[in-house]
């Protein structure tokens, strides 16, 4: 009988030709309007991805766009969808990338609604729940996957749930990752997302954006990792309040405990809140998530997405120096 209190990786090899350069997490907030029930973030999500396209692929700045999207749905672009103009087309260098993204108003209504994340699908609202939950996440992780493609990025959707992920007790317990390696090693861009997963002990539950990045960040050993808000990074409170504090340097130490490096400020006391539908846990999982991938001795950058402060990171950038005048929060291990 399998061990459901650990981890098993089926099919799956991490010897890759190349190495992880770094696993992006897009937050729900940055590319969603996450108050209106599945509504995209169309100028965020197009300037996302355009700083994606910038960071990942080894090209001009000049040089033509060929997009990828051919299937002539909604979403205007003036980028090339021409299939001619790929005949000619030489190979292009590129970084690989894994790309995270959360669901913002794409699930998380669904979910708290039918009580998904609790469990229990012997109840009909919940295995209903689980359904449109499903419908929801997925349509955006499709419309996300055309925005990278329209920008010539070879992104491929992947759901955990159809991949065979699980959890017991909302914990990971089964991830297979053989379809990452495959299609990382075949020069795709996995497009992984928050899903609603079957949990051997809950019935079913809701595995999040975050802990993927963490789990894919223990697995693959990227140089960095980038998570994507919709605020500059990690405040002291809430960033709505005018005497918020941008926190810029968070040090996790051994024991997993974590201190605020920069700024030094005395009686620091974080005071980190929660929307009510949210049924991941919010910034409260995605610090803690990045505590653990920090231990892995990885940095992590929290940024806005689709500033100039984001692009720096993206490209990797503040590898060896974080700059006075980049605007984040980073996240490092400290011995």
């Not at 669901?103 to 229990?120: D, L, P």
């Amino acid at each position: 009988m399998e061990n459901r209190n650990q981890t098993t990786h089926k099919n799956a090899s991490f010897n890759l030709a190349k190495p992880v350069r770094c696993i992006i997490k897009l937050g729900g907030a940055a590319i969603t309007c996450k108050n209106e029930l599945e509504t995209i973030h169309e100028e965020n999500l197009k300037g996302v991805s355009s700083h994606l396209r910038q960071s990942m692929l080894s090209q001009s700045p000049s040089a033509k766009i060929l997009g990828m999207d051919w299937s002539k749905q909604a979403g205007e672009s003036n980028i090339s969808c021409c299939i001619d103009d790929f005949r000619d087309q030489p190979s292009m260098a590129s970084s690989p990338f894994i790309v995270v993204h959360g669901a913002g108003s794409f699930g998380h209504f669904q979910a708290s609604e039918s009580g998904v994340h609790k469990g229990g699908l012997d109840r009909p609202l919940v295995k209903a729940g689980f359904v449109a939950t499903r419908i929801s996440v997925t349509k955006l992780n499709l419309e996300i996957v055309r925005a990278l493609a329209r920008e010539g990025i070879p992104s491929i959707g992947l759901s955990p749930f159809s991949c065979g992920w699980s959890t017991s007790e909302r914990n990971i317990a089964s991830a297979d990752l053989s379809a990452v390696t495959k299609a990382i090693d075949s020069g795709f861009v996995p497009v992984m997302h928050g899903d609603a997963v079957l949990d051997y002990s809950l019935g079913c539950t809701i595995l999040s954006g975050d802990v993927i990045i963490r789990h894919l960040a223990a697995q693959f050993k990227p140089e960095y990792v980038v998570f994507l808000t919709d605020v500059l990074g990690v405040y002291d409170r809430p960033p709505s309040e005018s005497d918020a504090i941008l926190l810029r340097e968070i040090a996790v130490h051994e024991d997993g405990s974590w201190s605020v490096v920069k700024p030094t400020l005395e009686n620091l006391e974080v005071d980190i809140t929660v929307a009510a539908h949210d049924t991941t846990g919010g910034m409260k999982t995605k610090i803690s998530e990045a505590a653990l991938i920090a231990r892995l001795g990885i940095d992590v950058y929290i940024v806005k997405a689709g500033t100039s402060h984001s692009l720096r990171a993206l490209s990797g950038e503040l590898i060896s120096n974080i700059p006075d005048d980049w605007l984040g929060t980073v996240i490092r291990f400290v011995k």
